[in-house]
Nanobody
Framework: QAPLVESGGGLVQAGGSLRLSCAAS????????VGWFRQAPGKEREFVAA????????TYVDSVKGRFTISRDNAKNTVYLQMNSLKADDTAVYHC???????????????????WGQGTQVTVSS
């Protein structure tokens, strides 16, 4: 298991920045691929970004490319989502998710995650 806890959400003005953190417990986190997802009111959950086991590969949904950066520190069992140039459309509850174990250090996934955090609210005022 890889229980996940997100933090770092809040209220920010358009154009501002936030950094979300996803902290995991357990010794096997370095064997997990990790993704960030978001769900806005009345909308389906949407993939945002993913990182491979070793952080060497990343992928993003087109709407956040160039603005968001996903990274991880396996020594701290933590994955981050740096969000810059925030827009009102980024308002949502953000969840991190883990898919583990995965054999490839560089594989990326947009689905198939089995462990989820409770989410952190991000609100961007225009």
């Amino acid at each position: 298991q890889a229980p996940l806890v997100e933090s770092g959400g809040g209220l920010v003005q358009a154009g501002g920045s936030l950094r979300l953190s996803c902290a995991a417990s357990g010794r096997t986190f370095s064997y997990c691929a990790v993704g960030w997802f978001r769900q806005a009111p009345g909308k389906e959950r949407e993939f945002v970004a993913a990182t491979s086991r070793n952080g060497g590969s990343t992928t993003y949904v087109d709407s956040v490319k160039g603005r968001f950066t996903i990274s991880r520190d396996n020594a701290k069992n933590t994955v981050y989502l740096q969000m810059n140039s925030l827009k009102a459309d980024d308002t949502a509850v953000y969840h991190c998710a883990a898919r583990c174990p995965v054999s490839s250090e560089y594989a990326l996934y947009r689905e198939g995650y089995m462990y989820w955090g409770q989410g952190t609210q991000v609100t961007v005022s225009s």
